[in-house]
């Protein structure tokens, strides 16, 4: 298919497609667009369209769609064949407009088009030119004709006014435009002072505003630079750009004699006159003054002031060796005399004094510190660990000591042994002294105190800075070194190694703990990923706590101290410490398990329902036989326990799912609570159970309850209400297994009133009159086998469940729902 605007003098007709695009219906390009007009279509149709752009064909000049071909142009342009037909519109270099237009037939609608545009050369007559010389500015410019009419205005480097007009015909409000702009380079004579170097007097005033006096300024001032006068002007209107730099000075000042300062300073004319008083780089005062002529009140300006590098003869030098401390200070000339007393960079005292002669009362400044080198003379490490420890503090070690069972003892002992020395550090090999600034000193009145500097974020860290004489004294008469007095708390804390990380593989943190051979005081123990320790004091042992760092114990700190009291659970150990709120465990999966229940449907929707939590949901149904369906379950289960839902169960819409097993203890199955809604019992039967995996793997099932047989816990949590009436095989199967377990267990005072809650269901309807025909079947059965074990563990099997119902009651179990269904 051809189009008679193009030019195929030039083009390949022997151009073929692959085989395998012999379907498509083939596109050239143009010079503008990838489809010229012209195709290669297959006699049987087509569905697609290929585009071939590296095939041109070029196309020629349709004079029937251009409104105009008087521009300089390129009139071979052409649509793209496959856009909605509109009206073309291309403008020039001003605006979307002034270019010729192209129509498709039936267009209305205008589409703007950047490319290619009309470089307009021509000048309208709607200018208006100003008389001042306008030297460079393009008059080819013209405003879109899809505006509404204004008159442009055109501005200059300095204003929005200034330039050229473009008036269009009824044109009666203004528009300001930026580009182009009138470059100004004529001077006005409206300037008062025209003889300042490096000031440009092409500026001019904004033609809307009212007449002002523009004053200009300087780099210190708003005044002392030329002025613009608009004839008829009373008011003054000071200007920021552009400013004179003042390079001159005045004859004003006392004292010129100080280096770096900066003379070309200048008051501003509109003050009342001062005498301005210049500072250093300590005070308002101590530089020269700027007198103005009659001037009697004093003015203190802040910029520039003088750098003052003198030391004055004032000062008294403490012996302690002092780094970096600016002695050119000096206090303010205004102030009554001070002795002025410099802090260092931990207390207000201990620096410098700057004595004024006179001075009997002292000011303590805070602005300065001074850095003091130690003056303790000595540092104790208390080691926790085994192995070298290399001390990266200035003060030297002089002593050492094992840790014993608290701080206070460790303390008094290795301290009478250094009597010697006043001041003391002491370390712990548990922390990093990397960045710790061991000259701290405390202040005078505090030499006495017991200075403590937190661990991390625990408060009873492992750092002391102590006056020797004054601790062993007041150490005699406490137990604690808690109750020492006075304490004082650093803030200034040191960073305490974090402890080792164990993993263990078991479901309970107990044999990990046995079997770790302890060095360190603290352990973080973890099952799959550990977690950011908290800091536990070391002072005494029943602070040295375990801490559980996330929900269920999946991570958790355990003190070495522990391992000596636990036997069969991490409880052995009095000192656990729950206040703590530990992370989010993975959260354990849910397994919905289903054989053969009516409303098994029904509560497998439930579950999703309300299921508020990111627990991984699956569903085991129809395995053979109870133990088989269990151990089916938690096989289909990743975690190391799972909530198993039983098909019976609608779930309570407030359970938390975020529960987690006590890996503290010893691994064990979790009970949790139904409610009965036929005999209004709520305790374990056809609740959920948080099964443990390893557990369930190893159970024999021996007994008449999978669960009962091993180790387990009741958890008095709520999880649903056991729909087990609504099917009456169910419900008959269900209450017997119960019951029977119930009358086994006997005497017990709790499941003897629920046997009899279960006898004695009150028969509202056909199904609940199953339930109880059922507790009663059961109790029948246990008197008629005499409780033999053997026999009473036959019911563990549906099809032994459904043979009894059969022969006690002549029915089947599908029998049993068909006669309900039809009463």
């Given amino acids: 298919m051809l189009d008679k605007h193009c030019d195929y003098s030039e083009f390949d007709f022997s151009w073929e497609p692959a085989p395998w695009e012999k379907d498509f219906r083939h596109a050239f390009s143009s010079q503008w667009q990838k489809d010229s007009g012209t195709y290669l279509i297959p006699k049987t149709g087509f569905t697609e369209t290929k585009y071939h752009n590296n095939v041109c064909v070029k196309r020629l000049v349709n004079l029937d769609r251009w409104d105009s071909i008087d521009f300089d142009f390129d009139y071979t342009w052409h649509p793209d064949p496959t856009e909605p037909d509109y009206i073309y519109q291309f403008g020039t270099q001003w605006q979307k407009t002034g270019g010729p237009t192209y129509t498709t037939p039936g267009a209305s609608t205008i589409k703007y088009v950047d490319t290619p545009c009309v470089i307009k050369t021509t000048v309208d007559d709607n200018w208006i030119i100003p008389s001042s010389e306008i030297e460079g500015f393009d008059y080819t410019w013209h405003p879109d004709d899809t505006e509404y009419p204004y008159i442009y205005q055109f501005g200059t480097q300095w204003q929005k006014t200034g330039g050229p007009q473009y008036v269009v015909p009824g044109a009666t409000e203004i528009k300001y435009v930026n580009t182009p702009r009138v470059t100004k380079t004529t001077i006005d004579t409206n300037w008062i002072d025209t003889e300042i170097k490096g000031f440009d007097y092409t500026w001019h005033p904004d033609d809307n505003e009212q007449p002002y006096i523009y004053q200009f300024g300087t780099q210190w001032q708003k005044t002392g630079g030329p002025r613009y006068l608009v004839p ?25 004699d100080f280096e770096d300062f900066d003379y070309t300073w200048h008051p501003d004319d509109t003050e009342h006159p001062y005498i301005y008083q210049f500072g250093t780089q300590w005070q308002k005062t101590g530089g020269l003054r700027y007198v103005v002529p009659s001037a009697t009140e004093i003015k203190y300006v802040n910029t520039p002031r003088i750098t003052k590098t003198t030391v004055d003869d004032n000062w008294i030098i403490p012996s302690s060796e002092i780094e970096g401390f600016d002695y050119t200070w000096h ?3 205004n102030e ?28 303590f400044i805070n602005e300065i510190t001074t850095r003091i080198k130690a003056v303790a003379s000595g540092t104790v490490l208390i080691k926790h660990l085994s192995g070298e420890y290399t001390h990266n503090g200035d003060i030297p070690i002089v002593s050492s000591s094992r840790f014993i069972s608290n701080y206070l003892d460790t303390l008094v002992r290795v301290l009478k042994k250094l009597t ?20 701290w000193h405390p202040e005078l009145w505090q030499h006495s105190m017991l200075h403590v500097f937190p661990s991390n974020e625990q408060e009873f860290g492992d750092t002391f800075f102590i006056h020797v004489e004054s601790f062993l004294e007041n150490a005699k008469n406490i137990k604690l070194l808690e109750w020492y007095s006075p304490l004082n708390f650093v803030p200034v804390s040191v960073q305490r190694h974090d402890p080792p990380q164990i993993q263990f593989q078991s479901d309970s943190v107990v044999d990990a703990v046995w079997s770790y051979n302890f060095q360190e005081p603290v352990v973080q123990f973890y099952r799959y990923q550990p977690e950011k320790p908290v800091t536990i004091s070391l002072w005494q042992e029943r602070l040295r706590t375990v801490v559980p760092l996330k929900k269920g114990s999946e991570s958790v ?3 070495r101290d522990a ?21 989010q465990s993975t959260p354990l999966d849910i397994v919905f398990i289903s054989n053969g229940e009516s409303n098994a449907e029904k509560n497998w929707e439930h579950l999703h329902q309300v299921h508020q939590g990111t627990n991984r949901i699956v569903r085991v149904d129809g395995v053979k036989g109870r133990a088989e369906a269990y151990r089916a379950s938690l096989e289909a289960s990743t975690t190391d326990w799972a909530f198993c839902v039983f098909a019976k169960l609608e779930v309570d819409a407030q359970f938390d799912w975020t529960w987690q097993p006590d890996r503290l203890q010893e691994p064990k199955h979790y009970i949790f609570h139904a409610h009965n809604p036929v005999n209004g019992l709520e305790y374990g039967h056809m609740a959920m159970i948080a099964y443990n995996k390893k557990l369930v793997a190893t159970n024999q099932a021996q007994g008449l309850d999978f669960t009962l047989d091993q180790s387990h816990e009741v958890v008095p949590l709520l999880s649903g209400i056991a729909r087990y009436a609504d099917d009456p095989w169910i419900a008959w199967r269900s209450a017997f297994r119960e019951c029977l377990k119930l009358k086994h267990s006997l005497p017990n005072i709790d499941n003897n009133y629920r046997l009899t809650q279960w006898l004695s269901t009150d028969k509202a309807s056909a199904v609940a009159g199953w339930s109880a025909i059922g507790a009663k079947d059961a109790v029948d059965y246990y008197e008629s086998v005499n409780g033999d074990f053997d026999k009473l563990r036959l019911t563990y099997e549906w ?9 006690t009651h002549n029915v089947t179990p599908d029998q049993l729902c068909t006669q309900l269904q039809g009463q």
């Fill in 331 to 333: 206090p303010d000339d």
């Fill in 557 to 559: 700190l355990v003190p």
């Fill in 420 to 439: 010697e020395h006043e001041y003391v550090w002491v370390i712990s090999d548990l922390c990093d002294y990397t960045d710790f600034d061991f000259s």
């Fill in 336 to 363: 009554q005399p001070y002795i002025y007393q410099f802090g260092t960079q931990h207390q207000k005292t201990g620096g410098p004094q700057y004595v004024v002669p006179n001075a009997t009362d002292t000011k």
């Fill in 799 to 807: 099809e032994f469940l459904a043979d009894h119902l059969f022969k």
């Fill in 232 to 256: 008829g002007a009373t008011t003054i209107k000071y200007v920021d750009t552009p400013r004179v730099t003042k390079t001159t000075i005045d004859t004003n000042w006392i004292d010129t």
């Fill in 563 to 583: 391992k000596n009291y636990i036997k069969t659970q991490i409880y052995d150990y009095q000192w656990i410490d729950k206040k703590h709120v530990p992370a």
